[in-house]
């Protein structure tokens, strides 16, 4: 099996818990994210209340049971790869 890569954008003000969460069904998302960030800023919570922010050039691994949000007014663009 083959994961998938793509390039999501995150505009200013967006939300897990307030745009995806009513979608999910779940607390806080439940995917595992490996990737990439290319620009803006996201700051991401754990469910056991650890914290990290993201900006450009950094790259994330996120195991599930997490909320996150763009910080700032500019979009938030990420290449994230799928983990099987």
Known sequence: EHGGVGRAVFEPGWQWSKHVKPIAGTESCQAA???YCVSG????????????????????????????????????????????
């Open 33 to 35: 994210h490996m990737g």
């Open 41 to 84: 800023h996201m700051h991401v919570v754990m469910d056991d209340g650890q914290e990290a922010d993201i900006g450009p050039g950094e790259f994330l691994e996120i195991p599930p049971g997490h909320d996150g949000w763009v910080v700032g007014d500019e979009a938030c663009v990420m290449i994230d790869w799928q983990v099987l």
